[in-house]
C-alpha cells in the first residue's frame, strides 16, 4: 500500500469533515424551510434579528449533529494514529526492560509517517537482538577457545611447580606455544573488533607485493611441508598499494586454514593486478567447502562441515582466520570471498581496489 502521509491524511480528514459539516446545513436549511414554508408557515416570524423558536430549534440541532460528526470522525483518525504510536511506547517499555522479542504493530500503514515509525523501530529492535545474540555467541566461543591454552597452561606449570614434569627445553617450549596460539587469538579478536566498528586504520603505501608474498611463504613453509602441503607461487611482478602488515595477516591466516582443514597437495598463492583491483588468492587441492557453508565461512567463530558426512569438520584453530581475512579486505574497502578452485578444492580470494579504481 503506497504511504501518503501523516500530514496530507490529517488535512484531507479535515477537510472531508468541514466539507461535510457544511453540506449537513445547507441541505438540513433547504429542508427546514421547505417543510416550515409547506406546513408551519405561521411558526416563524417576520424578517427581524432574531431567530423564531423553531429556527433556534434547526440551529441547535444541526450543530449538535455537525459535533457528532466532527468527534466521531475525531477519534476514528486519533485512533488510527494512536494504534502504532502506542505499541511502538509499549514496545520501547518492554525493551528497556529485556524483552528483546517486542515488537510494534505498524497499525494503517496508509499513515505513512506513524507506519514508517513503527516500522523503523521494528528493524532498530531486530538489530538489537542479533546483536544480543551475537554478543552472547561471542562471549561463549572466546571462553571455549581460552579454555583449552588455558587448562594446558595450567597443568603443565603445575606439573612443574609439583616437579610431575621435569624442568627441560621440551616443556618451556610447549609453554612458549600455548603462550603463542594464545597472543595469535587475541591480535585475531582485536582486528576482527576494531574492523567491525570501523577502527581498523590502515597504512596504505605502495610495495612489492610479490616480496611480501614470498616473505609470508617462505616463513611458513616449514609447518606447511609438515602437513604435507606444497605452496607454489604464481606471482604477478609489480607494486601494489595496501597495508603490507595487514596484507600478510591475511595471507598467514589463509595458509593456517589450509594447513588445518585442506588435504595434503598442492597449495597455489597467485597475486594479479587487473581492471583496477589486486587480487591475491590461495588455491588448495580439497576437500572443499558445502555450498550451505560458503556463506558464512568468512564469520567469526563458524566452522565448515565436513564434505563426506556433513559433520562439523576439524575445529582445530580459533575460527577467527577467515574472519580476520574478510576484515582486512573490507578495511582496504574490498572483498573476500570463497569459490570452488580447478583443482577440486576451494579457492579463497582477497580482492581490494588500486588507488584509481578507489577514486
Not at 500500500?1 to 436549511?29: D, E, N, P, Q
Not at 504510536?85 to 526492560?97: D, F, K
Request: proline share 4%; net charge negative.
Amino acid at each position: 500500500m503506497k504511504l501518503i502521509g501523516l500530514s496530507r491524511t490529517i488535512a484531507l480528514t479535515m477537510a472531508a469533515m468541514a466539507f461535510g459539516i457544511t453540506l449537513l446545513v445547507v441541505v438540513t436549511s433547504y429542508v427546514f424551510y421547505f417543510i416550515t414554508f409547506h406546513f408551519w408557515q405561521g411558526s416563524i416570524n417576520e424578517p427581524n434579528m432574531f431567530p423564531s423558536g423553531l429556527e433556534w430549534a434547526w440551529l441547535v440541532s444541526t450543530t449538535l449533529v455537525g459535533l457528532a460528526f466532527a468527534v466521531i470522525v475525531g477519534i476514528h483518525l486519533a485512533r488510527r494514529i494512536l494504534v502504532p504510536l502506542n505499541s511502538v511506547t509499549e514496545s520501547m517499555r518492554r525493551v528497556a526492560q529485556g524483552d528483546l522479542d517486542a515488537r510494534a504493530t505498524t497499525g494503517d500503514r496508509s499513515l505513512g509517517e506513524a507506519a514508517v515509525l513503527a516500522n523503523d523501530f521494528n528493524a532498530l529492535a531486530d538489530q538489537l537482538q542479533r546483536m544480543s545474540k551475537e554478543m552472547t555467541f561471542w562471549n561463549a566461543a572466546i571462553a571455549h577457545e581460552l579454555r583449552t591454552p588455558v587448562t594446558i597452561l595450567r597443568g603443565r606449570l603445575q606439573g612443574l611447580a609439583e616437579g610431575v614434569f621435569p624442568p627441560e627445553q621440551p616443556q618451556f617450549q610447549s609453554l612458549l606455544t600455548q603462550i603463542d596460539g594464545m597472543a595469535q587469538l587475541i591480535e585475531d579478536l582485536r582486528a576482527v573488533s576494531l574492523a567491525e566498528s570501523g577502527h581498523l586504520n590502515l597504512e596504505i603505501k605502495e610495495c612489492d607485493l610479490s616480496a611480501e608474498i614470498e616473505s609470508v611463504v617462505e616463513f611458513c613453509k616449514h609447518a606447511l611441508n609438515a602437513s604435507n602441503h606444497y605452496p607454489t607461487l604464481d606471482l604477478q611482478s609489480g607494486t601494489a598499494y595496501c597495508d603490507p602488515f595487514r596484507i600478510r595477516q591475511a595471507l598467514l591466516a589463509l595458509l593456517e586454514n589450509a594447513r588445518q582443514h585442506a588435504s595434503p597437495g598442492t597449495l597455489i598463492i597467485q597475486t594479479r593486478q587487473n581492471d583496477g583491483w589486486c587480487v591475491l588468492r590461495v588455491s588448495d587441492a580439497g576437500p572443499g567447502i558445502p555450498q550451505e557453508d560458503a556463506a558464512h565461512i568468512f564469520t567469526a567463530f563458524r566452522h565448515a562441515r565436513d564434505a563426506e558426512n556433513g559433520m562439523p569438520g576439524d575445529k582445530r584453530g580459533s575460527g577467527l582466520g577467515l574472519a580476520v581475512v574478510a576484515a582486512i579486505a573490507r578495511a582496504h574497502r574490498g572483498e573476500a570471498r570463497c569459490y570452488p578452485s580447478d583443482e577440486g578444492g576451494s579457492c579463497f580470494e582477497l580482492r581490494w581496489p588500486t588507488p584509481s579504481q578507489s577514486t
